[in-house]
């Protein structure tokens, strides 16, 4: 697999927002001391994982957290998953660098926080034309109904399976993974998978290896 500087440069330039939301839950005074919000003294960097890199995975995970007595979040808990297991990861490693000042009294209770994790894919110029499904391409199944591609934003769903994969530059589906672990199912889709064809992403006309990511349905 290419390096990470490798996949910067024939795909995308990554570019990370951390947000921070409201903050403050549970009422203004507990009876063990003042409800008080930590103040931040700084957080890391954000890092990407190089395999939601060349995936191109983009979400937003929010955690709900609270701070330790040494200024660390604690009882991290993902509130609204962005739907990718890897970037909910990416989140929680992130907002675990993070130091917030320690309370002068005793009697503080801290308040529970919330943090937004935005992961964004910023166009360096050097995107390359998505790959595609080819239409009716995939063989009949009693067990699936199809294979749809999207874009971006994760939509969770009941009735189908989340799924993403890279194409070599015939087209040939690689690396299928999905996002549940019971091992027939997800050998028996990825079957499904490799049975569909796709036209590979190009730059300027030339054929490249690319990634398609979306919901497999399910009968």
């Given at each position: 697999?290419?390096?990470?500087?490798?996949?910067?440069?024939?795909?995308?330039?990554?570019?990370?927002?951390?947000?921070l939301l409201a903050a403050v839950t549970g009422r203004a005074q507990e009876a063990a001391g003042e409800l008080y919000e930590p103040s931040l003294i700084g957080?890391?960097?954000?890092?990407?994982?190089?395999?939601a890199m060349r995936?191109?995975?983009?979400?937003?995970?929010?955690?709900?957290?609270?701070v330790d007595d040494r200024g660390r979040p604690a009882s991290i808990r993902i509130?609204?998953?962005s739907g990718w297991k890897i970037v909910d990861q990416m989140s929680i490693r992130t907002l675990s660098s993070c130091r917030y000042e320690v309370p002068a009294g005793p009697q503080a209770v801290p308040a529970r926080l919330r943090k937004a994790h935005d992961w964004a894919l910023r166009d360096n110029g050097q995107a390359p034309s998505p790959a595609a499904l080819v239409e009716g391409s995939c063989q009949a199944s009693a067990l699936f109904g199809g294979f749809t591609p999207f874009t971006r934003k994760v939509i969770a769903r009941d009735d189908a399976m989340l799924v993403r994969f890279l194409l070599d530059e015939a087209?040939?589906?690689?690396?299928?993974?999905?996002?549940?672990?019971?091992?027939?199912?997800?050998?028996?889709?990825?079957a499904f998978i490799e049975s569909c064809r796709f036209t590979p992403a190009t730059?300027?006309?030339?054929?490249?290896?690319?990634?398609?990511y979306g919901w497999l349905s399910l009968k």
């Open positions: 697999m290419e390096s990470v500087s490798v996949i910067k440069s024939i795909y995308r330039v990554a570019a990370v927002l951390v947000t957080c890391q960097t954000p890092q990407w994982v190089p395999e995936y191109e995975l983009e979400g937003s995970t929010v955690l709900s957290y609270e509130a609204r998953s087209g040939k589906p690689f690396g299928i993974k999905f996002e549940e672990s019971d091992p027939a199912r997800v050998s028996a889709a990825s730059v300027a006309g030339r054929a490249v290896r690319g990634n398609l």
